[in-house]
């Protein structure tokens, strides 16, 4: 799961902290893939999750927003 602490981004506005979350958690995704592929895992990116309980289920707090979520496993054998 990535969050981001919109608190820690003091500096940039609304529009900005959403964009920079987002692009972060991108960066980040993209290499969990690229690891996965090397060591024969598999994964899935999952944008559509229920954020606000998810949030409750970690104790994150208001200023802390779940970006993305990334599943990492073994490959189904075909």
């Known amino acids: 799961v990535y ?3 919109f608190a820690r981004m003091r500096e940039a506005s609304a529009d900005e ?3 920079l979350a987002g692009a972060d958690a991108g960066c980040i995704a993209q290499n969990v893939y690229l ?3 090397a060591a ?3 994964t899935v990116v999952r944008g559509l ?4 309980r998810l949030a409750l289920a970690l104790g994150l707090s208001p ?4 970006t993305l979520a990334q599943s990492v496993g073994y490959p189904q054998a075909a």
Do not use: H
């Not at 200023?63 to 779940?66: L, M, N, T, V, W």
């Open 3 to 5: 969050a981001a602490d």
């Open 17 to 19: 902290r959403n964009f």
């Open 35 to 37: 690891f996965c592929a």
């Open 40 to 42: 024969g895992l598999a």
């Open 49 to 52: 999750i229920d954020r606000a």
């Open 63 to 66: 200023s802390q927003r779940i």
